[in-house]
């Protein structure tokens, strides 16, 4: 006779998903750590980990390249999750220890294709746009080197405006920004629901996710999303707007 029990008894291994908005953590959570992070999520939901058994996928988004080279942030979240994952956690519950086993990787692609990855998610914008200069004050002030005017065409054009400047045709003052990420993000998100996850976490204050939240809550996803901030220090809209669970870290 065989020791195993009827296939009703069996808990199946239920699939967990964590998206995680890298850049709206605060720079304790990163110092701290991703497996500190997971942990902490996991011990909020504790009430809900009901399965003995979980195999939970991390994706993280950011901008991770710049002309298809990883940046200097994405070298160090990638031997991060190198030294880190996979790993096992044990996360104490309402109904016993529960194993979980992890496993993190950089959103490079969309889950649903992840043959075509995304390489310029980070990019060097060469002006500063919407700053605004009073030109009252550079009218007002007395000393004829007055810095403002210069200021007001270092910004907007980028180049120094004094022609015998050595950095004259450089480029000096840019800004970075990031691209795409939201909307791999929210892709993911919505695909996850497709895929009938078991649960979904999201990790971020953005309000901009609302509205894939609450599409993923309507087609009968379970989703959570996980505050990186403080509610006092953060606007949201009414939760009567809100379909899903939320909570801090």
Not at 11 to 21: E, G, K, L, M, T
Not at 67 to 84: D, F, K, M
Not at 129 to 155: E, F, H, M, Q, W
Not at 176 to 205: A, F, G, P, R
């Amino acid at each position: 006779m065989s020791d195993n029990p009827p296939p009703s008894s069996i808990n199946p291994i239920r699939n967990i998903a964590i998206f995680v908005d890298y850049d709206n953590l605060s720079e304790d959570q990163k110092t701290t750590g991703l497996k500190m992070l997971i942990s902490s999520v996991f011990l909020k939901l504790s009430a809900v980990l009901n399965n003995n058994h979980y195999k939970c996928r991390v994706r993280l988004y950011g901008g991770w390249f710049e002309s298809g080279s990883l940046t200097q942030s994405a070298q160090t979240v990638v031997a991060e999750i190198q030294n880190t994952f996979p790993t096992i956690m044990t996360i104490p519950a309402e109904a016993g220890t529960v194993k979980i086993e992890v496993v993190a990787e950089l959103a490079e692609a969309l889950m649903q294709d992840p043959s075509i990855s995304f390489v310029s998610t980070y990019r060097r914008k060469a002006s500063v746009p919407n700053i605004r200069i009073d030109t009252s004050v550079s009218a007002s002030c007395i000393d004829s080197g007055c810095p403002i005017p210069y200021a007001k065409k270092l910004l907007r054009s980028g180049f120094c405006p004094v022609p015998q400047c050595a950095s004259a045709n450089s480029k000096i003052v840019y800004k970075v920004e990031q691209k795409l990420v939201d909307t791999m993000l929210s892709c993911d998100l919505l695909y996850s629901s497709v895929l009938k996850t078991w649960l979904n976490i999201l990790i971020s204050s953005d309000d901009d996710f609302v509205p894939p939240l609450n599409i993923m809550q309507l087609n009968g996803a379970t989703i959570y999303r996980v505050h990186t901030k403080p509610s006092t220090l953060r606007a949201n809209p009414s939760s009567s707007q809100f379909r899903f669970q939320e909570m801090d870290l």
